[in-house]
């Protein structure tokens, strides 16, 4: 599942919501005041580093404004609310993600040391800098497009909801095989933006440049799409899909439509499939082929290992085994976070301690949503077994959050258990859950990365979609 939904995992931003604006660089010292400039520093937290920069500017009476960057997720341009500056100090709060910096100006003028707070204080040295750096998304395509790019909105299958997503053809009448994208978990725009990547803009404007049909759409409750996105379930999320096919066929220039989804999209479209005989053809890019406890089960102990922290492995397998025995037979919110209070019980001191303030208790709640719930009871395979239109499902190798070797052994193993006559599975070398050129994986990775999505992977979908259009 994408990192929105990493169990357990912190992120100190929610990326997601925030237009990559082109970066404005703070002045160089033209005043007098010495904390006017650009500051870049690194915060810290287990496994995860994130660069940070925050651009301090005065206005015309000397009212010190800043606004920060957080680099490797793709959030920019961040107001500050609170700039102060007196007896060298700094400080500076974010109350909507309830960050906050202070720190002392050293006497060079040039260094700024301090801490970061957002639940727990983490020491920060920012350091001046010229400019800052640079978010590079090479892959991103320009304008103008050598095919048509089309508004369109739609209404899901569910009532009440209306979908408004973007269709991209190529020139001429057609008809043209067309695929429709299905997000992963989390509230999504339609080009599944994160951490400054679109994958979704970069998969399509690759296809339809090669004659193939692309819709892509908001979630519900993001951008231009109505509904509730915190109410709904996968199962919610395939009738929009459901919707999406619909609003493809009243077209004259679609032909062939199949689904394609990523990580959690790839739950979803099978389901689709599997209740709509004249589907195509599906693509499961980082699907599960597992039950849900059991992805986020094997998930952690990736996450851990990376973050070279397996002794934490048993207890956190032990907590999650226990809280989600308890979703599955449908304890109530109270009990499930009762063992979470039982298991910060049973940690050092100095455990509990971060664990409250990083609000661990109120992150924990997630799990007593909707969509957890019903992810954590949901197994793929008997709906994949009903599947019989082509199948293509890959994995990268280095997936910490879809673990890709049990998880398209599973995939395989259901739909030739229900007779799909054509299956392609593959396992990438070197790709993340992001299909990435990785190192390790890990999530912190994901923002530093220039490359958005492997041209490997690409080319791949082309050839196998144009074979069966």
């Excluded at 993001?222 to 009243?250: I, N, P, Q, R, Y």
Aim: proline content about 7%; some cysteine; glycine content about 8%.
């Amino acid at each position: 599942m994408p990192c929105r939904r990493l169990f357990l995992c912190l992120l100190l931003l929610a990326a997601p919501g925030f237009a990559e604006e082109p970066k404005k660089e703070a002045p160089k010292k033209e005043s007098t005041n010495p904390i006017i400039g650009n500051w870049l520093g690194t915060v810290k937290f287990g496994p995860i580093e994130l660069r940070l920069g925050f651009r301090i500017t005065s206005d015309k009476d000397g009212k010190l404004t800043a606004k920060m960057d957080s680099f490797d997720q793709g959030a920019m341009n961040l107001p500050v609310e609170t700039v102060t500056f007196e007896k060298n100090v700094l400080t500076l709060k974010l109350p909507p993600f309830k960050i906050g910096y202070t720190g002392e100006l050293q006497p060079d003028n040039e260094t700024i040391k301090g801490d970061f707070e957002q639940g727990l204080k983490i020491p920060m040295e920012l350091k001046r800098v010229e400019k800052m750096p640079s978010l590079l998304r090479p892959q991103n395509p320009k304008k103008p497009y050598p095919y048509d790019e089309t508004e369109v909105a739609f209404d899901s299958k569910a009532a009440g909801v209306k979908l408004g997503g973007t269709l991209t053809t190529p020139k001429g009448d057609g008809p043209f095989p067309a695929v429709v994208m299905i997000t992963g978990s989390g509230p999504q725009d339609r080009d599944e933006t994160l951490m400054g990547h679109k994958p979704f803009l970069v998969i399509a404007d690759h296809l339809t440049r090669k004659g193939i049909a692309v819709l892509r759409f908001d979630d519900r409750g993001v951008g231009k799409s109505t509904g509730d996105h915190s109410k709904a379930t996968s199962m919610d999320f395939a009738e929009d899909a459901a919707g999406a096919v619909a609003f493809l066929k009243t077209r004259k220039e679609i032909g062939k439509i199949g689904l394609m989804g990523h990580s959690e999209g790839g739950l979803i479209a099978p389901i689709v499939a599997a209740k709509n005989p004249e589907i195509g053809f599906i693509i499961m890019m980082a699907g599960p082929g597992l039950p849900g406890d059991e992805i986020l089960i094997a998930q952690s102990a990736a996450i851990l290992k990376g973050a070279k922290m397996e002794k934490a492995g048993p207890q956190t397998k032990e907590l999650q085994t226990k809280m989600f025995a308890m979703i599955k037979k449908d304890a109530e919110e109270k009990e499930v976070l009762a063992v979470v209070d039982e298991y910060v019980k049973s940690l050092p001191e100095k455990e509990q301690k971060e664990f409250k303030n990083i609000g661990g208790v109120a992150r924990m709640n997630q799990v007593t949503t909707p969509w957890f719930r019903a992810f954590i009871k949901y197994d793929p395979r008997p709906t994949l077994q009903q599947v019989k239109c082509p199948v293509l499902a890959f994995n990268g190798e280095l997936d910490i959050q879809v673990i890709p070797k049990e998880n398209l052994t599973e995939i395989e193993k259901a739909l030739k258990a229900g007779n799909n006559p054509d299956v392609t599975i593959k396992e990438l070398p070197k790709l993340n859950h992001l299909f990435q050129t990785a190192k390790t994986g890990m999530v912190n990775e994901y923002g530093q990365i220039e490359e958005t999505i492997a041209p490997v992977v690409l080319d791949m979908v082309t050839e196998w979609i144009l074979k069966r259009k």
